[in-house]
Nanobody, 123 residues
Framework: QVQLVESGGGLVQAGGSLRLSCAAS????????MGWFRQAPGKEREFVAA????????YYADSAKGRFTISRDNAKNSVYLQMNSLKPEDTAVYYC????????????????WGQGTQVTVSS
């Protein structure tokens, strides 16, 4: 089991950037694949990006491709989501999650979740 704490959310204007961080506890962080998901008001949680345990494989939702970059630093037990060219439709609570399986878009594969960080993009 791993405990996850997100940070870095906030209010930004459309076209701006934010970098989300997710700090994990536990000595086995490097064995987990990690994902970022988001949930907007009145909508279901959706996949944003995922990264393999080594960082060598990354996956993105179509909405995130070309604008968001997921990365990780296993020495710091952290995963990041760099978000550029933000749009109002990116407004949501962003969650990081850990999976013992390979990196995947499927939320049910992730067993540990953070509490989320709010991202609000104004037009």
């Amino acid at each position: 089991q791993v405990q996850l704490v997100e940070s870095g959310g906030g209010l930004v204007q459309a076209g701006g950037s934010l970098r989300l961080s997710c700090a994990a506890s536990g000595r086995t962080f490097s064995t987990y694949s990690m994902g970022w998901f988001r949930q907007a008001p009145g909508k279901e949680r959706e996949f944003v990006a995922a990264i393999s345990w080594s960082g060598s494989n990354t996956y993105y939702a179509d909405s995130a491709k070309g604008r968001f970059t997921i990365s990780r630093d296993n020495a710091k037990n952290s995963v990041y989501l760099q978000m550029n060219s933000l749009k109002p439709e990116d407004t949501a609570v962003y969650y990081c999650a850990a999976s013992v399986t390979r990196a995947t878009r499927t939320a049910t594969a992730y067993t540990d979740w953070g509490q989320g960080t709010q991202v609000t993009v104004s037009s």
